[in-house]
């Protein structure tokens, strides 16, 4: 990561912000590892919002050399679940909780490409 601690990703539609992906490292002991949070608004989920920020993340942590990103969500939420195992992630239930642990690749043409993309699938992604 750079030298701040979170990078925050918004996908916005119609001149307003519908989702939004959160990075977050600790900037303080230099660890590679981070946690990623996502959230788009009731009317536009299931529309592929939260696939194309998960790919934007993906390519954000490849781009900085990151080692892990984990995520928490509730075992009954299939739909992130879901965008996890699709994206390659190790998931494990425990009790309620469902974490998701994936290990972006180091940096490549094709990544450092989807990162400088601005609009996909008819929605705009910025960082
Ligand atoms: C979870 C969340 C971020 C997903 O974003 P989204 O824009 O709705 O997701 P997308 O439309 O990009 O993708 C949904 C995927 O789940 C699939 N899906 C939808 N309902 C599903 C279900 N009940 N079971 C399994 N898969 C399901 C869709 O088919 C789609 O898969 P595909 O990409 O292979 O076609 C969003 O629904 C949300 O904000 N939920 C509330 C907050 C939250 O739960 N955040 C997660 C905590 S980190």
Same mark, same amino acid.
């Given at each position: 990561m750079p030298h701040y601690d979170s990078i925050l990703?918004?996908?916005?539609?119609?001149?307003?912000?519908?989702?939004?992906?959160?990075?977050r490292g600790?900037d303080?002991?230099?660890?590679?590892?981070?946690? #990623?949070?996502?959230?788009?608004? *009731?009317? +536009?989920?299931?529309?592929?919002?939260?696939? $194309?920020?998960?790919?934007?993340?993906?390519?954000?942590?490849?781009?900085?050399?990151?080692?892990?990103?984990?995520?928490?969500?509730?075992?009954?939420?299939?739909?992130?679940?879901?965008?996890?195992?699709?994206?390659?992630?190790?998931?494990?239930?425990?009790?309620?909780? #469902?974490?998701?642990?994936?290990? *972006?690749? +180091?940096?490549?043409?094709?990544?450092?490409? $989807?990162?400088?993309?601005?609009?996909?699938?008819?929605?705009?992604?910025?960082?």
């Amino acid at each position: 990561m750079p030298h701040y601690d979170s990078i925050l990703c918004g996908a916005f539609a119609k001149g307003r912000r519908r989702g939004a992906a959160e990075l977050r490292g600790d900037d303080q002991t230099g660890s590679t590892k981070t946690e #990623a949070a996502f959230s788009v608004e *009731p009317d +536009w989920q299931n529309i592929g919002i939260g696939d $194309a920020l998960f790919e934007r993340i993906i390519a954000i942590a490849r781009k900085w050399g990151i080692s892990s990103i984990e995520l928490m969500c509730l075992r009954e939420n299939r739909r992130m679940r879901h965008l996890a195992a699709k994206h390659n992630a190790r998931l494990c239930i425990d009790q309620g909780v #469902a974490k998701a642990v994936l290990h *972006p690749n +180091w940096s490549s043409p094709s990544s450092q490409a $989807a990162e400088v993309v601005g609009e996909v699938r008819g929605f705009r992604l910025f960082i």
